[in-house]
């Protein structure tokens, strides 16, 4: 056989691998270890967990880890004076109370110098979420340090020689100077995080016990010193021989601020930079690779990393550009997070209206269902069972939508964090605008997209409407203006209103003087001329105060529409913010209204004027199916209902209500299912309804649940197609008698 007629290796090779026995080609191993790159994988998904716990459950498990400590203290005091202070035998039983944090998977803070810094470094979690995270990790460590020295020390666990050898224990530290102290603590801080990433890397059970015993080992034999051991010991000296709070060599201030503190830094140091860099480094650019696709970035923004909140799940969901890929492709795409679907039809007949302008206009609805603490999601039968009554409850939105010639779609995500999961869910998704109710009734009771201390971080995935109605009515708008982004889109949702139900459009200027009431004028006829408004009528108010303006203007009005301040976070703080006090000041509804914006930081603190509106990357709408995110674009879906389905809710109002009772109902089975919910999880008959139920699209968040309704909607559309046809032959029937 000629060379070229060789087979080719590599496809024998694949060849033999998919063999039914399963055995490897010629020449290779069973494969028994990961990859450095897989290893990451794992740590990456272990680190995603612990960081998005609550403060409490992170808390306890320090606390947990810092009592496990304690019987490595006890045991190595015991062992030194029962073996006359032997180099080895006293040490043996030293890793002990390791080997309880590692199977028991407790929190211990130089472990956590891997995890989390590693996700960190990926950009997945903020540089605050990992402070807090060690923070909280380090004080249930001290906390359970401090109880167990409380309990040797007053509970007489420590007789006769044992003391003297704790004694010489807990004092070996206040004599190593502070640099080698730092130092020995950094060798610690490397052999704890190397434990870790050892065992992430093993394959078996008893391989990573051996590897915890012996790395632990080399703490004592090395005479290396570990930051909750040490608190452990010097609190131990205090409680036990009643050292002095300061003033002498060896006293708790010495022992905290001369032995613990070095000891801390050096333990992170060792683990940071020693371990997690070095390791982070040897792998390679790929090594979170299949969880990317191209054109997303799952990775924070710079400011995002540097002083945001989001960390793991609550950020970068793995699914997130896989859904805004499937959505990229509809048209104009309002979203509307609704919390109750009885009450909630005028906000949802407003987004079909918004909606209606566009030749492929869409409508998605959220049933956002915050859940309890104690109700797990993660296996989905309770958020199943949720679901099912939430897409029927739904029922009268959709024909509230549909009757505007506007596609449909909904979905129920039932979750522990309401506000926090409807801005993921836009985020994911990647709607042209969302549209929000707010009032005492929901979950949300921000009336800003953006909380105060969000300005700093977080970038609005899209245009966002942020709603506070009483008894909708859109018959008569005014618009405060001083220019920017945000007064484009209180524009455009105006032109949207007057072009589909004759809305009268007021336009506000507030000047400062009557020397400014000239110039204010030619402002705010060019603003109209601009924004296709020139039949509005225009108002100029010299007395200088804009709250007081907007409430004059807004007297006979029934929909006010603000853009968001343009006011920096420390201006806002100082001043509050005008939507809140106009909200309450007017009797008209209030929309407000905000823009994607890219400002800097220093913009973000101290800005008071015009934003830039660069968006953030993300996925691109193809031009040809999507007008993008003006919502004046050109087309009269609509425009010939007049007044009847206008004013005061239309026929979305009116179903809600002709639907309370069945609504009521289903609102009423909701709150049976979160009530007990954590105690059917064994009824029967709930594996057999598993398969027929919505599935979560998002199985890997073990504290939300998502289900889309797709069934129900094109129920929904057949029926509005079947109706519209129907009424399309009276109406040829008519014609022709």
Not at 130 to 139: N, T
Not at 632 to 645: L, V, W
Request: some cysteine; charged content about 25%; overall charge negative.
């Amino acid at each position: 056989m000629t060379d070229s007629e060789q087979p080719d290796d590599d496809s024998m090779r694949e060849v033999v691998e998919r063999s039914r026995s399963g055995a490897p080609a010629v020449g290779e191993a069973v494969r028994d270890r990961f990859s450095s790159d897989e290893v990451f994988q794992r740590i990456i998904a272990a680190a995603d967990e612990e960081v998005t716990s609550g403060s409490r459950e992170l808390f306890f498990s320090g606390l947990a880890a810092g009592l496990a400590i304690t019987i490595t203290f006890m045991l190595y005091a015991s062992l030194t004076a029962a073996t006359d202070s032997h180099p080895i035998l006293s040490v043996l039983l030293y890793p002990l109370g390791f080997i309880y944090i590692i199977i028991g998977g407790y929190q211990l803070y130089t472990e956590n110098t891997l995890p989390p810094v590693a996700l960190t470094l990926e950009r997945l979690a903020s540089l605050p979420t990992l402070l807090r995270h060690w923070s909280i990790v380090l004080a249930g460590n001290f906390v359970g340090g401090g109880i167990g020295a409380l309990v040797l020390s007053y509970g007489g666990v420590f007789t006769g020689d044992t003391v003297d050898a704790a004694l010489y224990i807990s004092e070996g530290g206040f004599s190593v100077g502070t640099v080698p102290l730092f130092f020995k603590a950094a060798m610690a801080g490397l052999v704890v995080a190397g434990v870790v990433w050892v065992g992430f890397a093993s394959t078996d059970s008893v391989s990573r016990m051996l590897v915890v015993y012996l790395a632990f080992l080399a703490i004592p034999l090395g005479d290396l010193f570990h930051v909750v051991v040490s608190f452990t010991e010097v609190l131990y000296l205090f409680f036990e021989y009643s050292i002095p709070l300061y003033g002498a060599e060896i006293s708790l201030y010495s022992g905290v601020v001369g032995f613990v503190l070095p000891v801390l830094l050096g333990n992170t140091v060792g683990g940071v930079v020693l371990v997690t860099l070095v390791n982070y480094f040897q792998t390679s650019e790929e090594r979170l690779e299949e969880a990317r696709f191209e054109g997303v970035s799952r990775r924070l923004t710079v400011p995002e990393w540097v002083f945001g909140r989001a960390a793991g799940r609550s950020y970068v969901p793995i699914l997130d550009a896989t859904e805004a890929t499937l959505f990229a492709g509809e048209g104009y795409r309002i979203m509307v997070p609704i919390t109750n679907p009885r009450t909630d039809g005028p906000i949802v007949e407003l987004a079909a209206r918004l909606a209606s302008s566009h030749e492929d206009g869409v409508v998605h609805i959220v049933h956002v269902v915050q859940a309890p603490e104690r109700m797990s999601l993660s296996s989905g039968d309770a958020g199943r069972r949720i679901a099912d009554v939430s897409a029927e409850g739904m029922a009268n939105l959709r024909s509230t939508a549909t009757d505007y010639d506007v596609d449909v779609s909904t979905s129920t995500v039932v979750s522990h964090r309401s506000f926090e999961e409807m801005f993921n869910m836009a985020r994911r998704t990647r709607p042209d605008a969302v549209l929000m109710g707010w009032g005492d009734d929901q979950l949300w009771s921000a009336a800003r997209a953006e909380r105060p201390i969000d300005e700093l971080t977080n970038q609005l995935p899209c245009d966002f409407l942020i709603l506070n109605e009483h008894e909708l009515d859109t018959s008569r708008i005014l618009i405060p203006t001083s220019g920017g982004p945000d007064s484009d889109l209180s524009a455009e949702v105006a032109k949207v209103l007057a072009d589909t139900v004759g809305a009268e459009v007021t336009l506000l200027h507030v000047v400062d003087g009557p020397e400014n009431r000239g110039e204010g004028e030619l402002f705010l006829a060019n603003w109209a001329e601009e924004h296709g408004l020139e039949d509005a009528e225009l108002v100029v108010d010299d007395g200088g105060d804009v709250e007081a303006g907007i409430c004059d203007a807004a007297a006979d009005k029934t929909l006010v529409i603000i853009g968001a301040t343009e006011k920096g976070l420390l201006s806002r703080l100082v001043s509050n913010s005008l939507h809140l006090d106009v909200i309450h000041d007017v009797d008209a509804s209030v929309l407000l209204t905000e823009r994607p914006s890219s400002r800097s930081l220093r913009e973000r603190l101290f800005g008071s004027g015009r934003r830039a509106t660069e968006m953030a990357g993300g996925v691109e709408r193809d031009p040809e199916q999507s007008e993008g995110t003006d919502v004046r674009a050109a087309g009269t879906h609509g425009s010939d209902r007049g007044d009847g389905a206008g004013g005061n809710g239309g026929s979305g109002a009116a179903d809600a209500g002709g639907a309370e009772g069945s609504e009521d109902a289903a609102d009423a089975t909701v709150d049976a299912v979160l009530d007990d919910a954590d105690e059917n999880d064994d009824d029967e008959g709930a594996d057999d309804d598993a398969d027929e139920g919505p599935v979560d699209e998002q199985p890997h968040l073990d504290d939300t649940f998502v289900a889309d309704h797709d069934a129900a909607d094109e129920e929904a559309a057949e029926e509005a197609d079947a109706e519209g046809t129907a009424a399309e032959r009276d109406d040829e029937a008519g014609d022709g008698r």
